[in-house]
């Protein structure tokens, strides 16, 4: 049995307990969430170590950050350094997106070095291996494709993200009503460039019930990417976007049928007043699976500063419903993230989940902030930077400034209103007591 058949038939497995206690909530509500399709539960029994990942309706957001080999200069250690910097930044999921260099030998070290759940784009291995066996990757064979995801699903990779919704009529709508930034998927698009170059349908789409019988043998999340992801603010909730949303929907409940887990991926660009409408309608239409969300970016121009972008959308898109953010780093749109914007981009996304966690009333949230207000009100510089988002940034920005802990911060000094108010409300207290 899958684990969503056994949440189904009330069956609470080890990692439901798991997740249960990292989320502070009852294991039953965990199992009701899967069971309904609401919560994924990303730890595939093949991933040897992995430590369990919730991600749904009433658990905090989780954050996701992507790496991988794209050209000749990268390398599987630059890469695992890159995907441990996200691990220290605090990341709950990671992704290796390489599509060249030594792909399963980078996703082998990927499942060995970190117990965080890790997913895949298997496109970018099919092609990139019909380029070197067949000398084109527009000679990918569908048998092709379908190796290479059984090869992820079986080696032990949490969750695989899949254009299955990218269809031939969504393409011809997307050329008919014309956008801006036509394509901005990667996979997308190369999937779309094989389609039509081959006069043939998404084999993904064409072929789901091949795809299900190998998620349910491996038991393996499936996560739905979006080919039609605005690249620009003016293509929000286009006809494409939508018709590919009303697709993935449609396969939503099919894998929920077949017993495997889904959630699904989503935009992109979005400006800020269309974010609650973005988000609600992926619930409506996927039946309140999972929703994993790029960004989105709020704006276009924001080059050099896209985490800032992708995290106020981040929160928005949060804060309406959204329960997965995937990473965007300074780099978004100029270059592959270097360790440092990697971290920037882990830490800005965490930011953004957890500024929508304490919207949303969760307790833990909540109560962080809480603790973090009373240290600062009692000048407990020690707590503040333990309680702090980044400690060690927190710390090394204090030292460049002071060694003493035991006073007031440089930023007002001897008016500190803080240490003024507490002295008045102590005099006042004191003048109670006499
Ligand atoms: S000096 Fe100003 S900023 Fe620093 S703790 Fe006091 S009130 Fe806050």
Redesign the pocket.
Known sequence: MTLLENARNGIITDEMKQVAIKEGVSEEFIRQGIAKGEIVLLGSKHHKGVCPVAIGTGLSTKVSASIGMHGAEDSISGEIEKMMTAVAAGTDALMDLSISGDIDGMRKEALAATPKPIGTLPLYQALADAKKKRGSSLKMTVDDLFEVIEKHAAEGIDFLALHCGTTMDIVARAKREGRIDPLVSFGGAHLIGWMIHNEAENPLYENFDRLLEIARKYDVVLSFADGMRPGCLADSLDGAQVHELVVLGELVTRARNAGVQVMVKGPGHVPIDEIETTVKLQKSLCKGAPYFVFGPLVTDSAVGFDHISAAIGGAISAFAGAEFLCYVTPAEHVGLPNKKQVYDGVMASRIAAHAADVAKGLEKAIQWDLEMSQA?RN?DWEKQMELSIDPETARRMWKERSDDFSS??????K?????IVSQFLNKDNNMATA
């Open positions: 600062r000048l007031e911060c440089t930023m007002c000094g008016y500190c209103a803080m240490k």
